[in-house]
């Protein structure tokens, strides 16, 4: 089956700097990929969708300049974390579609950012 | 904002079936009715997924209502590894998956 992989699984920096979390289609080639985030206790939230080759689109409220995402090729989509704040900590998870004949989008197991 | 409602909970005996509700009366012709489940701290995964008939997998089965205004992910012998956060989704195969609260299980010994 289709598999996604999220790397770092976990990562702790400074306030001020920036984190890069990639998300790998392993198996399918992934024209679409979607990153959300998830507050302790809370439901995902959709942070935006990245098409390759193509600009990602931003769900209302979401800061394009503060979360970079690029789509560089049909495996991988990474977001970066621009000057990040404590308030920035959260589990972030990707997912990816595009998988020959299926429609069903497969999730990583996330990356968790905790920001000091 | 996601078009399902779901209780926020349901505890359910290790081996007996589990029903989990959902409500999408909202849902317009061409919105697939998917479920997937979270188990604490990793990524969501797929369960079954369908349109207007009855759906089975390895995993579930959903029950569609002819009207399409509601359905019930079926889990025949519940385990205490299915304890999760089961979300109930309507959407447009291609588009974004739009979660919402989700029901909590707790399957219980």
């Known amino acids: 089956g289709a598999v996604v992989s999220q790397h770092p699984s976990w990562v702790i920096c400074k306030s001020g700097t920036s984190v890069k979390i990639e998300c790998r289609s392993l198996?399918?080639?992934?024209?679409?990929m979607f990153w959300y985030r998830q507050f302790p206790k809370q439901s995902l939230m959709l942070m935006a969708t990245?098409?390759?080759?193509?600009?990602?689109?931003?769900e209302q409220g979401v800061e394009k300049d503060k979360f970079l995402i690029n789509h560089a090729s049909l495996t991988l989509s990474t977001l970066t974390v621009t000057s990040a704040h404590p308030e920035d900590s959260s589990f972030y998870i990707c997912?990816?579609?595009?998988?020959?004949?299926?429609?069903?989008?497969?999730f990583g197991a996330g990356s968790r950012l905790t920001v000091l | 904002d996601a078009k399902t409602t779901q209780p926020p909970s349901m505890d359910c005996a290790e081996g007996r079936a589990a029903n989990l509700p959902c409500n999408h009366s909202t849902i317009s012709g061409n919105e697939y009715v998917y479920w997937y489940r979270q188990i604490h701290s990793q990524g969501p995964q797929y369960i079954i997924h369908g349109l207007k008939n009855n759906e089975t997998n390895e995993m579930a089965s959903l029950i569609i209502t002819e009207d399409r205004k509601s359905s019930t992910l079926i889990l025949p012998h519940a385990t205490l590894r299915d304890t999760a956060v089961y979300y109930c989704i309507v959407r447009v195969n291609t588009d974004k998956l739009i979660f919402g609260t989700g029901t909590r299980l707790q399957v219980f010994p």
């Open positions: 990245s098409n390759e080759g193509s600009k990602a689109t931003y």
């Open positions: 997912s990816a579609s595009g998988e020959l004949g299926t429609n069903v989008l497969t």
């Open positions: 198996d399918f080639q992934a024209t679409t």
